[in-house]
């Protein structure tokens, strides 16, 4: 059975950096890209970018360029999404996902379950 | 990026009935490289249509994606109550992947 499972929520004051891990299994983890999809209270959901576990290539979205670091281990088989520079417009759910199939951009078939992150001072 | 932009953004609607949501594109699609989601509260998003067409798995066939280009409809023919949620659309055919702002479909 596939399972991408996060890390617990967060509280972080501004200027901080986050870091959210995302545990998978189920599927061999080199073989599909990671993605990370930020969606604030009440709104809809916004890319951040991607990583290919295989090689290390990452995508990042221009919002987030700059801020955003989308890493991976494979002891055990775990995503990382690192936010600095944080702002109260950064409190929102984030998930990770991985695609549904080998190409690096494609549509995303398993989700974790997200990791909440609220900034405030 | 390509500029996703679905409508209606409230659609108000009874059990059985037929919905009909659109999403439309600032520029076309490649390779109709769109998807469907439906996310209820509390929930992630669940993946119903990829490819602008092909169901996902486990999806019942009362959901149909179709369009092509700029233009693409999720139609649920007959809906049952667990429909009743937020449909986000979603582009994957260029490197700054793009998603709808949301339709929520309610209980009339």
């Known amino acids: 059975e596939v399972q991408l499972v996060q890390s617990g929520a967060e509280v972080k004051k501004p200027g901080a950096t986050v870091k959210i891990s995302c545990k998978v299994s189920?599927?061999?983890?080199?073989?599909?890209?990671i993605h990370w999809v930020q969606q604030a209270p009440g709104k809809g959901l916004e890319w951040m970018g991607l990583?290919?576990?295989?090689?290390?290539?990452?995508i990042y979205a221009e919002k987030f360029q700059g801020r955003v670091t989308i890493t991976a281990d494979t002891s055990p088989d775990t995503a990382y999404m690192a936010l600095s520079s944080l702002r109260s417009e950064d409190t929102a759910m984030y998930y990770c996902?991985?695609?549904?199939?080998?190409?690096?951009?494609?549509?995303?078939?398993?989700w974790g379950q997200g990791t909440l992150v609220t900034v405030s001072s | 990026e390509i500029v996703l932009t679905q409508s209606p953004g409230t659609l108000s609607l009874s059990p059985g009935e037929r919905a009909t949501l659109s999403c439309r594109a600032s520029?076309?699609?490649?390779?109709?490289?769109l998807a469907w989601y439906q996310q209820k509260p509390g929930q992630a998003p669940r993946l119903l249509i990829y490819?602008?067409?092909s169901r996902a798995t486990g999806i019942p066939d009362r959901f149909s994606g179709s369009g092509s280009g700029t233009d693409f409809t999720l139609t649920i023919s007959r809906l049952e109550p667990e429909d009743f949620a937020v449909y986000y659309c979603?582009?994957?055919?260029?490197?700054?992947?793009?998603f709808g702002q949301g339709t929520r479909l309610e209980i009339k």
């Open positions: 996902a991985k695609t549904k199939n080998y190409h690096l951009l494609s549509s995303f078939d398993y």
């Open positions: 189920g599927y061999t983890f080199t073989d599909y890209s």
């Open positions: 990583l290919d576990p295989e090689d290390g290539e990452t």
């Open positions: 520029q076309s699609v490649s390779s109709s490289y």
């Open positions: 490819g602008a067409s």
């Open positions: 979603q582009q994957y055919g260029s490197s700054a992947i793009t």
